[in-house]
């Protein structure tokens, strides 16, 4: 084979040995600098192809979409833990297919629009919750961020506080984060290993794995079962009744199936991305005062100070759909999009690439290509004013092909309409580290894994205004202070 470049492998192992273990896309930028921007490794002879650029992004992973589709067997996530049925592992076929249909059309236009009044509501409850002074605002993040998705799919109303599902979903989360760790579980490489006696010495993974199976088990069935047998409490409009509306509450086992696996994969795809935009999102407001104060600017000269923003404003708030871009963009929630694998040998700029190879997009080099986005690790929103070429390659934050992610409009509507009322309503203060020290652009450190987070920090949320605290107040039902 005549493949492409990259790190000198080592017999047997290959690039094992090279292989990052935080915050990989920084090391595959620089592979890409001294290689060239598509990079061959393989681990003990399983071959991966880096991608560093749009452009090839979109000429494989879009352009011949019916090779490059399928995902990686994961033995420690998928098969010992159980992730292997939700729809993010799911291999290329017509299970997959069925979800991704019965996704489409329930969680897109012209069917989202039903779920506006959600979003909206979520977001005006959140942001009354930042108000309580604590300068913590990641609990109330995440609880939007969850409340939000599990009452849209499910119909179930999470508590304010401290809810078990929530949790659940926080749990499941880290677990599936350290499962689908790339190169952290020998299993993967040697998958007969899946077979040894839990008591063998080394065997711990086995034990670990049943753990978390147990978890992600409860976290598939029971806000499924609670929805069925909950029909008669629900009120909302919601994806799961939907379905048991047209099957008379009892849907046939196949589509049964279907349902369950694509209503976890929206909890379980949309939950924490959305909660680390959102971060990101308040992170840039502190350290970008002038941005802050050019998106209230704005929502206070179309919308003025006697209505809140609503999701049917968007067209007008062009600066704050443009934060919402770069909220996604600076600090991308997946940097690393999951293997694409490739089903059969293909060529591509004079080299061979083999069938089986897990084609791995750098969606954070992509994001900060300095010919895209000038100055990429500014917060600028102003990049996508005017600018339909920045405007479309930022959609690379959603992934490629027939695997981009089926929930872009549900995450950018709640995106949207969380900054909106945000910046309507309240003023963000800079971001302090665990320590107090005011945190920097510059450097900073966010986590490594499928989902990436902000390193911690505190910042202030208060009220712009007597007006917007009413407004605001009122709206979730709560105008005692006003
Ligand atoms: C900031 C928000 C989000 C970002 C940046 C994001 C990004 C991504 C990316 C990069 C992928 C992989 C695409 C690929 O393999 O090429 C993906 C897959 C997926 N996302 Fe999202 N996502 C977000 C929010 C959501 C939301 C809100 C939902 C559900 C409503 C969702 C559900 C899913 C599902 C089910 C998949 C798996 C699709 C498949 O493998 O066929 N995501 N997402």
Redesign the pocket.
Known sequence: HKLPPGPKPLPILGNALQMPTQRGWLTYAEWAKNHGDIVYVHIFGQPLVLLNTLEMANDL?VKRSLIYSD?ARMVMAGELAGYAEE??F?NYGDR?RDM?KL?HRE?NSPGLDKYWPLHTDASRNFVRNLWDGSNQIEEHVINFGGSL?LEAVYGYHAAPKNDEWIKLSQDVMKSFTSASEPGAWLVDFIPALRYIPKWFPGAGFRIVAEVWRDEHLRFVHDPYFWSKANQDRVTKPNFATTVFDEHAGNPPAKVEECLRWTLT??W???AD??V??IMSFFLAMGMFPDVQRRGQEEIDRVIGSNRLPEISDREDLPFIEAISREA?RWN???PM??P?KLTQDDEYLGYELPAGSLVL?N?WSILHDEKLFPDPFDFKPDRFIDNPVASKAVSA????????????Q??ET??FIAIATALATSNISNAVDETGNPMSAVDLKYSSGNISHPPPFRCGVKPRSITAACLLAASVADASEC
């Open positions: 992973l995902r729809m993010v799911s997959l991704r996704f969680l998705i994969s929206i379980g795809g949309g991305t959305t680390s935009t996604l991308p929630v997946v999009a999951p694409h997009v969606i934050a959603f992934g490629f092909g027939r695997r981009i992610c089926p929930g872009v549900f995450a709640s995106i």
